[in-house]
């Protein structure tokens, strides 16, 4: 009898699990984000962000008007309705203006107009030129006109950095030569602001100066390393000095209860879905100061609701995106350096009033640009917009034009390169 010869059992192939995509990281993100926006036509995002300022602009001039029919008299009312009607008109106006001009435009007048806002940063704490108001020396007078030079000043600083960081080149990745001394000449004026007292445009002002640094090309780790020591050095000697600051941060922090901060949760809770509806809150007469500017985005939570919230939200996420696309599509340096950072202290302040409305910063007086009430934050932010508006237009142009034709005589410059 022969022995079978057992055949080796065929191994038992398993399926193997699928393969999942690697994770992308928030620099690989943000990279893939910025090649979905890259286009080559300005003028598609700039035309969108003029309608999103109009939107804007219409929000706040309804949300004024209801705040104002419920809290004033009848011939306030008149005159209040008046003065936002003529203030967003100077802002449309404003824009416009600055469209024709553009940052290239202003570029030669920098250093000017920086030395211009340390003057005038400086005169607030004279009197009778300087106005103190709740104990902070932001307003200033000049023939009758009163505004705060801080809003202005982080527009013109933001491009002298821009500028300043074009003209350095490679420069701007050594520290010695280049981030410091840029550094500096944004620290003097956030200095001056804080000095004032305003943190929060002193942070701002601060955060939009290390952006456009960054965006510019210098090295994250000389970027970010004064930023994470500064900031923080910063917000100790305010915590320290000030003691309103100190309260506020208690305040965030749940150690003290501040009646303004819950009263405007409750309104926002209880707008719902739809709100109560236009001119209904309760707030506004029931311990929310500053409803109509510091804490606009609570009273449009309570009338609007939820549904008004996301709409001011959607606006403002438009607002980046096509900010974004508009930067990418700007060819000259400069001009999207410049349009980055006035696009960028924009969108930043008003993530920061949301976010204070939110509860997810600590109280701090931040205006939301194009709604709040405010003659000078709506001219500056106007004044913002416009100018990268009119940095599309010149990047639209010089596509539009033809190159002039060089004589075959005269070698170009590529020739002289390659030989």
Same mark, same amino acid.
């Given at each position: 009898?022969?022995?079978?010869?057992?055949?080796?059992?065929?191994?038992?192939?398993?399926?193997?699990?699928?393969?999942?995509?690697?994770?992308?990281?928030?620099?690989?993100?943000?990279?893939?984000?910025?090649?979905?926006?890259?286009?080559?036509?300005?003028?598609?995002? $700039? /035309?969108?962000?003029?309608?999103?300022?109009?939107?804007?602009?219409?929000?706040?001039?309804?949300?004024?008007?209801?705040?104002?029919?419920?809290?004033?008299?009848?011939?306030?009312?008149?005159?209040?309705?008046?003065?936002?009607?003529?203030?967003?008109?100077?802002?449309?106006?404003?824009?416009?203006?600055?469209?024709?001009?553009?940052?290239?435009?202003?570029?030669?007048?920098?250093?000017?107009?920086?030395?211009?806002?340390?003057?005038?940063?400086?005169?607030?704490?004279?009197?009778?030129?300087?106005?103190?108001?709740?104990?902070?020396?932001?307003?200033?007078?000049?023939?009758?006109?009163?505004?705060?030079?801080?809003?202005?000043?982080?527009?013109?600083?933001?491009?002298?950095?821009?500028?300043?960081?074009?003209?350095?080149?490679?420069?701007?990745?050594?520290?010695?030569?280049?981030?410091?001394?840029?550094?500096?000449?944004?620290?003097?004026?956030?200095?001056?602001?804080?000095?004032?007292?305003?943190?929060?445009?002193?942070?701002?002002?601060?955060? $939009?100066?290390?952006? /456009?640094?960054?965006?510019?090309?210098?090295?994250?780790?000389?970027?970010?390393?004064?930023?994470?020591?500064?900031?923080?050095?910063?917000?100790?000697?305010?915590?320290?000095?000030?003691?309103?600051?100190?309260?506020?941060?208690?305040?965030?922090?749940?150690?003290?209860?501040?009646?303004?901060?819950?009263?405007?949760?409750?309104?926002?809770?209880?707008?719902?879905?739809?709100?109560?509806?236009?001119?209904?809150?309760?707030?506004?007469?029931?311990?929310?100061?500053?409803?109509?500017?510091?804490?606009?985005?609570?009273?449009?939570?309570?009338?609007?609701?939820?549904?008004?919230?996301?709409?001011?939200? $959607?606006?403002?996420?438009?607002?980046?995106?096509?900010?974004?696309?508009?930067?990418?599509?700007?060819?000259?340096?400069?001009?999207?350096? $410049?349009?980055?950072?006035?696009?960028?202290?924009?969108?930043?302040?008003?993530?920061?009033?949301?976010?204070?409305?939110?509860?997810?910063?600590?109280?701090?007086?931040?205006?939301?640009?194009?709604?709040?009430?405010?003659?000078?934050?709506?001219?500056?932010?106007?004044?913002?917009?416009?100018?990268?508006?009119?940095?599309?237009?010149?990047?639209?142009?010089?596509?539009? /034009?033809?190159?002039?034709?060089?004589?075959?005589?005269?070698?170009?410059?590529?020739?002289?390169?390659?030989?």
């Amino acid at each position: 009898m022969t022995a079978s010869v057992q055949q080796p059992l065929a191994p038992v192939l398993t399926p193997r699990p699928a393969r999942r995509e690697r994770q992308l990281t928030f620099v690989e993100y943000a990279h893939a984000l910025t090649e979905r926006a890259r286009q080559l036509d300005p003028s598609g995002p $700039a /035309t969108a962000l003029l309608c999103i300022v109009l939107a804007l602009s219409a929000i706040g001039m309804v949300v004024q008007a209801s705040h104002a029919a419920t809290t004033l008299s009848q011939a306030q009312f008149y005159a209040e309705l008046s003065s936002q009607a003529w203030f967003r008109f100077a802002g449309v106006a404003t824009l416009l203006v600055a469209a024709r001009i553009s940052p290239a435009g202003l570029r030669p007048f920098l250093p000017a107009l920086w030395a211009l806002m340390i003057v005038l940063l400086v005169l607030v704490f004279v009197p009778p030129l300087g106005k103190a108001i709740n104990n902070s020396n932001r307003w200033l007078e000049l023939g009758g006109l009163s505004f705060q030079p801080s809003e202005v000043a982080r527009l013109f600083v933001v491009m002298f950095i821009a500028d300043r960081c074009v003209r350095l080149g490679e420069r701007v990745w050594d520290i010695r030569r280049g981030v410091a001394p840029t550094l500096a000449l944004g620290l003097l004026p956030a200095g001056l602001v804080l000095i004032e007292t305003d943190l929060g445009a002193a942070s701002l002002m601060l955060m $939009a100066v290390f952006a /456009t640094l960054w965006v510019a090309g210098a090295r994250t780790g000389h970027v970010f390393t004064p930023l994470l020591v500064f900031g923080p050095a910063m917000g100790i000697i305010a915590y320290v000095s000030l003691a309103y600051i100190r309260r506020r941060i208690e305040m965030f922090l749940g150690l003290t209860h501040n009646q303004q901060v819950a009263d405007s949760f409750a309104a926002i809770a209880g707008g719902d879905f739809l709100g109560v509806g236009l001119g209904r809150g309760l707030a506004r007469n029931q311990g929310v100061p500053y409803l109509e500017s510091d804490f606009v985005f609570a009273q449009i939570g309570e009338e609007f609701g939820l549904a008004g919230m996301l709409l001011v939200l $959607a606006l403002w996420g438009a607002f980046l995106w096509n900010g974004l696309k508009l930067v990418l599509a700007i060819k000259d340096r400069f001009e999207a350096l $410049a349009t980055f950072g006035l696009l960028f202290s924009t969108l930043l302040q008003a993530t920061l009033h949301i976010c204070v409305v939110a509860g997810l910063a600590p109280p701090k007086g931040m205006t939301l640009p194009f709604i709040s009430h405010g003659g000078t934050s709506l001219i500056a932010s106007s004044l913002a917009v416009g100018l990268a508006i009119g940095a599309a237009r010149r990047s639209r142009n010089a596509q539009l /034009t033809p190159a002039p034709l060089e004589p075959s005589s005269r070698p170009s410059l590529s020739n002289s390169l390659v030989s």
